[in-house]
C-alpha cells in the first residue's frame, strides 16, 4: 500500500517563475493539507484541501494556491516565486480532519 | 493563536544514555499532541501521540505525556541507539472546526555516538 507520495523530489527555479508541486494522497484518505519546512525550522501549514475545496489557510500569500481533484490528489502552485520559498514542502493525508496524518517525503525546491 | 516551543539543539548523546527534549504548547480548548521524527533527507514519521490530558504515549522506546497542568509533552527514551539520531518535533492539532492542522516546534535534532 503506498503512502503518500509526492513529485517532484527535487527542483530548481528562477525568481519569478511559477512551480507546481503534485501530491497524491495515502490509499483510502481524502484529505491533503501542505506544510512549508524552512531550512532548520518546523514546518509551517500553507493550507489543506477536502472534498476540493480549500478548508484553512495558514498565513501564506495569494501566491499560493492549490487544488484538489476528484481521485484525492492535490497540487500546490506558487507564483513569482522569491528566494525566500526554497524550502522542503511536504504534503501530509488524512481521514477527513480525523487526527493521523501521513506525510509524504516532501519536494525540495530551490528558488536561484 | 496555537504555538509549540521545544529546546533548541543540537543535543549529543552517547549510545545507551538517557534523551529528555522538552515541549511546551500554547493553545486554546484541548489539543492533541504528536512527536514527529525525521530522519536526513526524508519527511516526518508519527512517532506517538496523546489525545486528552494524562495520556501517555508510547513508541519504540519512546514515551510522552500529556501535562495539562503544566503545558508539556516532554519526550523520554531510556536507552537511545545510533539509529535514532534525528529531528525531533514536537506539534499540537487545533480543533476539528479548524481542520485540524498541525502547528509545530522548531525542530531538535539529536545525535547519538557509538
Known amino acids: 500500500d503506498a503512502g503518500v507520495t509526492q513529485s517532484p523530489t527535487h527542483l530548481i527555479k528562477t525568481r519569478g517563475q511559477q512551480v507546481t508541486l503534485r501530491c497524491s494522497p495515502k490509499s483510502g484518505h481524502d484529505t491533503v493539507s501542505w506544510y512549508q519546512q524552512a531550512l532548520g525550522q518546523g514546518p509551517q501549514f500553507i493550507f489543506q484541501y477536502y472534498e476540493e475545496e480549500e478548508r484553512q489557510r495558514g498565513n501564506f500569500p495569494d501566491r499560493f494556491s492549490g487544488h484538489q481533484f476528484p481521485n484525492y490528489s492535490s497540487e500546490l502552485n506558487v507564483n513569482a516565486l522569491l528566494l525566500g520559498d526554497s524550502a522542503l514542502y511536504l504534503c501530509?493525508?488524512?481521514?477527513?480532519?480525523?487526527?493521523?496524518?501521513?506525510f509524504g517525503s516532501g519536494t525540495r525546491l530551490t528558488v536561484v | 493563536g496555537n504555538s509549540v516551543t521545544q529546546m533548541e539543539g543540537p543535543v549529543t548523546l552517547s549510545e545507551e544514555a538517557f534523551l529528555t527534549i522538552n515541549c511546551t504548547y500554547t493553545?486554546?480548548?484541548?489539543?492533541?499532541l504528536f512527536w514527529y521524527v525525521q530522519y536526513p533527507g526524508e519527511g516526518l514519521q508519527l512517532l506517538l501521540k496523546a489525545t486528552k490530558a494524562d495520556d501517555k504515549g508510547s513508541n519504540k522506546g519512546f514515551e510522552a505525556t500529556y501535562r495539562k497542568e503544566t503545558t508539556s509533552f516532554h519526550l523520554e527514551k531510556g536507552s537511545v541507539q545510533v539509529s535514532d539520531s534525528a529531528v525531533y518535533f514536537c506539534a499540537l492539532s487545533g480543533s476539528r472546526a479548524a481542520g485540524n492542522k498541525l502547528t509545530f516546534g522548531g525542530g531538535t535534532r539529536v545525535l547519538v555516538k557509538p
Open positions: 493553545a486554546t480548548g484541548y489539543p492533541s
Open positions: 501530509a493525508s488524512s481521514v477527513g480532519t480525523v487526527d493521523g496524518y501521513t
